[in-house]
């Protein structure tokens, strides 16, 4: 799991995993402690279909082009295998620990889901809608899937937290009430801080209006914190690109930074089908760990990871373009 510490000099501070953030009149600054890379992705062919059965000594990662020996391997929900010297696998958790759900191995089964909604005053006439297509959403997880819900106008409200209990989520879905100011991206941060401090695979999902008019945090800073982090954000927006161009810019690029997607929804219907769109992208996906070989470089690395047969130079992997680890 990436460990980091947040540090800045002012007044208001915001708890943040492994350490503290603080915010003032100065924008804030993150530093960052990387122990273990956390690195999800799809691969697809040209047509943009899902290609699935792909095995670790399929895959090359590179950091900075520095080649990377692969921790642990996982497809879409399936237990994750510890790589051994030599390329031989055994699975990091067996069946015993599948079947014992309050065991701590069991979170490195399937994806731990954070759903952030937006009740904000922006959201006023959608919020039915959109509480509607996110328990549809949540219903239809897969079984090994965890899920929290959390809400936010101008303060973060955990609604439900992490559960495999649909019921639970969705009744802590339905507790929300419309709120007043957001304050977005204040609350996407909270929300990477509690999915930091879970191991195994986690991604956040934003379901949102757009515009931000309470928070303290910029939004780049916080892209920065999921990007090294290694926690995908997806994001559903109901707003009109063309009347907020700005949000959507935004939200564009903190998905594509974190190796999520965006969406831009103004209807039920294709709220849906942007929530289909997800579960089938972390049906899909692959997750694998390692641990930084030695790298002088202090800024941002480069993550690449390419497939090493000839056949696989036709398809796109779609991941995080990479992290920036600790400043001394």
Known sequence: MNRRKFLSSSSLILPASGGYLLFGQDRPTFKVKVDMVVLSFTVTDAKGKYINGLRFSDFRVL????????ATFAEGNK????????????????????ENKSGPVDAFVGTNVFVLF???????????????AIADFVRGLDRADSVAVYTFSRNLSRAATLTRDR?????????????DDSA?????????????????RKVVIVFS???DNGSMVAPD?????????GIPIYVISTSDVSRDPISSSVFRRIASRTG?????????????EAFESIREDLNNSYTLTYYPAPNPNEGFRKISVEIVSDVGKKYRVRARPGYRPQSS
């Open 167 to 179: 019921n639970d989520a969705i009744q802590g879905l339905r507790k929300a009430v419309a709120g």
């Open 260 to 272: 999520g997607k965006s969406y831009f929804a103004k209807t039920w219907q294709r709220q849906v």
């Open 221 to 229: 800073d916080v892209r920065a914190v999921a990007e090294d982090e």
């Open 118 to 132: 937006d009740t904000s005053n922006y959201m006023y006439r959608g919020f039915v809608y959109a509480s509607d």
């Open 79 to 98: 237990p994750p295998l510890q790589i051994l010297d030599g390329g031989q696998t055994r699975p990091l958790v067996t069946q015993a620990d599948t």
């Open 184 to 200: 977005l991206y204040n609350a996407l941060l909270l929300t990477l801080r509690d999915a930091a401090k879970v191991p195994g």
């Open 63 to 70: 950091e900075d082009g520095i080649m990377q020996k692969v």
């Open 209 to 211: 209006n757009g515009p």
